[in-house]
DNA sequence: TGAACACATGAACAATAATTCATATGTTCA
DNA sequence: TGAACATATGAATTATTGTTCATGTGTTCA
């Protein structure tokens, strides 16, 4: 009744190195922390939002302005906006009608420089 | 019948800085090495395959260790690990009838941590 | 050789997400 | 105040994707 062979249910076969599943078990983050990550790499995972992202790395924007740089409707851009608020990525400032949005965080420019060099590593 | 006031198909509003867009779009990288960055990125966008990097961190498994581990399917996991595989983030070697694959980047350790760091930040 | 095993894979189904369309909110200015 | 504008947002539609199920492939070993 230990965590030792209960597993036929998710796994057709026998554990092969019971010893590396515990170590490798123990060693990993919790779930909630892997979750959130997967959540902030989904963020990520669509080209709207990459291309927002490259664009935001050069200048603070308005929505039109981006909407405009990208080729696609204000509202498309709008929802993406609002991904990006939530993810924390991006902040805003309103300065009339017009709201102007920039860069929050030290991190993305390190992960896309990453994400670049593997793409670009053949 | 320039770039400069032509985009009221794709945004109703004005373009207000038009200074601002031009020197963005000429920045931006090209379409395909974007559309390259989210593919990788969704690739991390998803928590089983999250979590098979982050097993493979801690050492080299066989799909079967890697489904007990998580707790899921042989096949669910043999199915993201064709993932991994195809955006060339794991590696495997076969000894008889099994299978051990392991990590095959060394920027994947990175961006994770960027993004530890990312949503950890209070 | 053939049974057993580890893994791969195609098709189907279920769930999630991106864009569009219509419209609402909030600000400016005449 | 009300018209015009920049942006936000809910609902619907379409597209994409993860898991399951059934089965195929390749290897071992008796």
Redesign the pocket.
């Known amino acids: 009744m230990t965590s030792n062979s209960s597993h036929k249910d998710s796994c057709?076969?026998?554990v092969?190195h019971q010893d590396r599943v515990d170590r490798v078990k123990s060693k990993m983050p919790n779930e909630e922390k892997l979750y959130d990550l997967a959540?902030l790499f989904?963020?990520f995972?669509?080209?709207?939002?990459i291309k927002i992202i490259c664009a935001l790395f050069e200048a603070e924007m308005?929505?039109?302005?981006i909407?405009v740089t990208l080729g696609?409707?204000?509202?498309?851009?709008?929802?993406?906006?609002?991904?990006l608020k939530s993810a924390r990525l991006v902040k805003?400032r309103?300065?009339?009608?017009?709201?102007?949005?920039s860069l929050d965080d030290e991190h993305v420019k390190n992960i896309f420089d990453q994400g670049f060099s593997h793409i670009s590593h053949i």
Chains 1, 2 share one sequence.
């Open positions: 057709s076969c026998n092969i959540d989904k963020v995972g669509d080209t709207t939002r308005c929505v039109c302005d909407a696609m409707s204000q509202s498309a851009i709008s929802h993406q906006l609002r991904v805003y309103r300065d009339g009608k017009i709201v102007y949005y």
